[in-house]
């Protein structure tokens, strides 16, 4: 098996507070293969942002990784000096955020930005970090790059203002790109310019995505696998496909009823999950979303389940748990297995 | 510059025989961006305007939801601001329940409909203060208009409304801040609801929210609709979230109305190029993987809007006079659309 680009095990990210530490990520594991979209979602607060800043060493304190390991082609990167991962930030991870202003520099020129960046990646003159500039520019896709090259950000229209920052991430051909909800701030006929643009050139280069997002539509279209989470925990990772066509954990299940469509009967009423995703100090015992669930059983609320393989993904449910599952309700067996969840053969058994 | 009325459709194939609630007519309205004059006397530079909204015309019907989509800029936000009566339009008019809303003399007929109507906002963090009750909230119109007197059975009446939306009546004792995003929107609903309105313009009600919380509060305005006979005017940029609350859909871009249709109609065979692209645009899980269609382009400027047909810039099947004349708005099948494919000079230039 080849080395995944990005390797993340057992993470825990704990925020300490006047009224104790919250957890904000608890013990998540997932890896992304060379190459490879990993789409992350999630609806708001469920830890997407989150992961993201602690593999890039940028939580905002007092954030801290408080356990697991995070490695990048192998390498430990969760405990190197700050130093170091100022140099693996940029070289080897690109980053691109929702807001494109964050990434430029509003008193700086778009096409200065660049060359500094590329500078301090590379060894280059000053001549030829331009050329290759103005080439990035062209390649994501700005209109008279060499005359814009003297623009500064305001000037460029929110679409074009993510292009540059693409440009930026990618100016030093990195391993990883993690982009955090890159087109949320922008309008629907831009964004789909924009996912389309961003997966062609990391997919040139070879580099691995870890694509941010709280719109599942984005994901199905841009990711080759998906990773779930809810309350900072893994719900279910799988292909797109599997996760998309057969999801195997019940918030999965609700999450894709509860998305309105542009095809089937728009008269239908929409599948609700009731209640919301717990604040970080309320997070129910057991399963997290238990008390949202319609198949929760007493396990449910007394003990937390694992990652299990649910068939086509692999699901944190104990209706995939083959010692915990018979021990649900018939009729909650038969419901779940109605809706289409791949039991185990134990459970199976118990319902036949 | 002067624009074509949209004609109203007064054969709507499956909105029955409902009388028209709210009649929009040249609806219009230019924002000054300009420098204070003695700015411009001393620095130079002209006056700057911008047409936010630009000869506006539809029609609801009772019980019926009427959709605003587009995108962002487009006008939505100022067309139902000034259809609530909260900004004044440069020109035209909005009459609800045949009272002219910005026109009309007669006081106590003034103060009667605005009672009917109400708004709901995008950020129920916002729009819900922080420092009052629940109950206080939810009181505040009654007590505005004078509707229940009795400050045991103006109680009751909040327990009434909670229940409605589906919260507790205890929860008119609790602040704002102990709700969730979701729990906030229906408190907003509520509050819209106290007044009794027949009419509630909803400006992106759900965009803030979660979608397993966005499929609640469509379903709910959508139950109310059918209990209390609500009409709405809806707006959002999600076209998906359009196909499922919408009788009847307006597409709007950079001001203007480019197509209306029964909404049946338009997501089945859209007809203007900017609608085709819309739909074209929206990533849908049932669709995943497919590739589609990239557009090109962006909006422009609103302060420059391109001249004649404001898409022409983006059009895939932009003609000659496109650039040149602002198109009329023809009648294709059920929907109205303003675009030069729909007039003899297409046939002609064929
Ligand atoms: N400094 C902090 N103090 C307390 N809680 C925090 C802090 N930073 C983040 N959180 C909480 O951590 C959780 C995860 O936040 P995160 O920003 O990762 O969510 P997200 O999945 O990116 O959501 P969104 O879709 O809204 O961006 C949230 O509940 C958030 O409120
Ligand atoms: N008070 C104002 N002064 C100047 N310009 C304004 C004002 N209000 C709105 N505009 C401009 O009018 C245009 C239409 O704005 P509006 O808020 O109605 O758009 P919208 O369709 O609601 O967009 P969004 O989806 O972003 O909410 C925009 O170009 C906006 O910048
Ligand atoms: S009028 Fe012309 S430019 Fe405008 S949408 Fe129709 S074809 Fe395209
Ligand atoms: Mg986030
Ligand atoms: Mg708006």
């Given at each position: 098996m080849t080395t995944p680009t990005l390797s993340v095990r057992n993470l825990r990210v704990e925020i300490p507070t006047r009224r104790g530490v919250l957890t904000a990520i608890d013990d998540l594991s997932f890896d992304i293969a060379p190459g490879e979209v990993l789409g992350m979602v999630g609806e708001s607060g469920a830890g997407k942002s989150i992961t993201g800043s602690a593999i890039i060493g940028l939580l905002e304190p007092p954030g801290r990784v408080a356990g697991g390991e995070i490695r990048l082609a192998g390498e430990r990167i969760d405990n190197v000096s700050p130093d170091q991962m100022r140099r693996i930030r940029g070289r080897r991870i690109g980053m691109i955020f929702q807001d494109p202003l964050t990434s430029l520099n509003p008193l700086y020129r778009i096409g200065d930005q660049l060359v500094e960046t590329i500078l301090t990646h590379e060894r280059l003159s000053q001549k030829a970090a331009r050329t290759k500039a103005v080439k990035l520019l062209e390649e994501v896709g700005i209109p008279a790059a060499e005359a814009r090259f003297s623009a500064y950000p305001h000037q460029f229209s929110g679409g074009m203002r993510q292009r540059v920052v693409i440009a930026l991430a990618l100016c030093a051909d990195p391993e990883l790109v993690i982009a955090d909800e890159p087109t949320t701030a922008l309008d629907v006929s831009v964004q789909a310019q924009i996912i389309a643009l961003l997966k062609r050139l990391c997919a040139d280069r070879g580099a691995s995505v870890m694509l941010i997002t709280h719109d599942m539509g984005v994901i199905a279209e841009t990711a080759d696998r998906v990773c779930v989470l809810y309350a900072g925990r893994l719900a279910e990772i799988g292909p797109v496909r599997a996760v998309v066509k057969h999801p195997q954990h019940p918030y999965t299940q609700g999450l894709m009823a509860a998305i309105p469509s542009l095809v089937g009967d728009p008269d239908a009423t929409l599948a609700q999950i009731p209640g919301s995703m717990p604040r970080l100090g309320a997070i129910p015992a057991g399963c997290a979303f238990n008390p949202r669930c319609n198949f929760a059983f007493e396990a449910c609320s007394a003990a937390r389940p694992e990652v299990y393989d649910a068939g086509t993904s692999d699901a944190s449910c104990f209706l995939h748990a083959s010692e915990v599952a018979p021990s649900a309700p018939a009729e909650t067996l038969r419901a779940a297995d109605q809706a289409g969840i791949v039991l185990p053969v134990s459970a199976k058994e118990t319902i036949a | 510059m002067s624009v074509a009325a949209m004609p109203k459709d007064v054969s709507r194939p499956d909105s029955g025989n409902n009388k028209t609630l709210v009649e929009i007519n040249g609806l219009r309205r230019v924002f000054d961006l300009s420098k204070p004059w003695l700015n411009r006397l001393i620095e130079g530079g002209g006056k700057v305007t911008l047409t936010a909204v630009d000869g506006v015309d539809f029609a609801i019907r009772e019980g019926e939801t009427y959709a605003l989509v587009g995108e962002s800029g487009s006008g939505k936000s100022t067309i139902a601001k000034m259809t609530v009566g909260l900004l004044r339009p440069s020109a035209g008019s909005v009459t609800i329940g045949g009272t002219d809303v910005w026109g009309s003399k007669d006081a106590e007929g003034m103060r009667a409909m605005r009672r009917q109507i109400q708004m709901i906002f995008q950020d129920p963090f916002a729009s819900l203060n922080p420092r009052w009750r629940v109950r206080a909230i939810i009181e505040e119109p009654i007590k505005a208009f004078d509707l229940i007197s009795d400050a045991k059975d103006r109680g009751e009446r909040v327990g009434e409304l909670l229940s409605l939306v589906g919260l507790d009546p205890r929860d008119g004792q609790k602040f704002p801040h102990e709700f969730s995003g979701g729990q906030r929107q229906r408190i907003a609903i509520a509050r819209a609801l106290a007044s009794n309105p027949r009419f509630i313009v909803c400006d992106e009600p759900t965009s803030a929210l979660d979608v397993s919380v966005q499929a609640q509060v469509l379903n709910l305005l959508r139950d109310l609709q059918e209990r209390l006979g609500l009409t709405y005017l809806f707006i959002s940029h999600n076209l998906a979230v359009v196909r499922h609350v919408a009788t009847r859909v307006g597409v709007l871009y950079l001001g203007r109305l480019v197509e209306e249709a029964p909404a049946r109609e338009l997501f089945a065979s859209p007809q203007h190029p900017y609608t085709k692209m819309l739909l074209e645009a929206v990533p849908d899980i049932e669709m995943g993987g497919s590739e589609r269609q990239s557009i090109a382009g962006e909006i422009p400027n609103p302060v420059n809007p391109p001249p004649g047909c404001h898409f022409h810039p983006r059009?895939?099947?932009?003609?000659?006079?496109c650039s040149r004349d602002i198109p009329p708005v023809y009648h294709v099948g059920a929907a109205n659309v303003r675009c030069h494919l729909f007039g003899d000079a297409k046939r002609s230039a064929r």
């Open positions: - | 059009c895939p099947q932009a003609m000659d006079h």
